[in-house]
């Protein structure tokens, strides 16, 4: 599933070519994503200009002369800036057609990717306005953390995972972070020190930056906006490392399951 790097990879993947650009036109294949795509979506943005492309958590945001298209990628979806719009694949679900010649196309195999609009502040919007604080603000720091933390029984990884928390932190980085942090993930997030947030918060934010230099994290079915992969897989110190000697201590990389989702981490270097 794209997360929050990925998603900011194909924002500036994109921004440059469709921002400021009027839109001529719009084509929807299949509505039937993870919510249908609005009936009449294609006339309402048709002369629009989208002013500002931006980020909320991981929804993309165009916003238009009256109003916001908001994209979601979903488990599987992509967007792509084109010259044309030959070749149309099986999945390629939406095209928008820009004055400048560009189509943005938006392929999702599996559909649970979403094509909304939104004609009041986004930051209101049901999908949004409970939403936590971006990891890479300044809202985002160990105090935070630590206040939210304070008599929560929940383990640390749930706990940073939780989109009303912090928004953005998906498992890979919630293993590489705490790993980095030198924090087991089944410890409870209220029995944990203030000091120790605060280095969770830097490492969250650290592989999160570095992620975002590589270009993402190339899982599956992620690429950038030009198709290619990103590449931050090559710099995971724990995620996919199961049985792997530990890049620190070399103590066998320990997996197993929590929320049905793959945790790892080291014994010796994250301590119960």
């Known amino acids: 599933m ?22 001529n036109s719009m084509t929807v294949r299949h509505r039937g994503l993870r919510w249908p795509v609005p009936d009449g979506l294609e006339q309402l943005v048709t002369g629009q200009t989208v002013h500002q492309v931006a980020r909320r958590a991981k929804y993309l945001l165009l916003r238009c002369d009256s109003g916001t298209l908001m994209i979601h990628l979903g488990m599987s979806g992509r967007l792509r800036v084109l010259d044309n719009d030959d070749n149309i694949a099986k999945h390629d679900h939406v095209d928008i057609y820009f004055t400048n010649g560009k189509v943005l196309r938006f392929n999702d195999p599996r559909r649970f990717g979403a094509m909304l609009w939104s004609e009041d502040n986004t930051d209101q919007h049901p999908l949004i306005h409970h939403l936590g604080p971006e990891p890479l603000s300044e809202d985002f ?57 605060q280095k969770l918060v830097e490492a969250i934010k650290l592989v999160l930056e570095k992620a975002l230099l590589a270009g993402g ?21 724990v995620y996919g490392r199961q049985d792997q000697p530990c890049l620190l201590c070399e103590q066998p990389i320990i997996c197993i399951r929590q929320a049905q989702r793959a945790t790892y981490y080291c014994r010796q270097c994250q301590p119960r």
């Open 2 to 23: 794209p997360e929050l790097p990925e998603v900011e990879t194909t924002r500036r993947g994109i921004q440059p070519f469709i921002e400021g650009q009027s839109i």
């Open 141 to 197: 720091d160990g105090d935070y953390l630590y206040q939210r933390a304070k008599g929560r029984s929940s383990n640390i990884k749930s706990f940073i995972m939780n989109g009303e928390i912090v928004v953005g932190v998906g498992n890979i980085y919630a293993n590489e972070a705490l790993f980095l942090s030198g924090i087991h993930p089944a410890r409870a997030a209220g029995k944990i020190s203030k000091a120790k947030m």
């Open 217 to 237: 994290t190339t899982l599956r079915d992620f690429r950038k906006s030009d198709g290619k992969p990103g590449y931050f897989t090559q710099e995971l110190h």
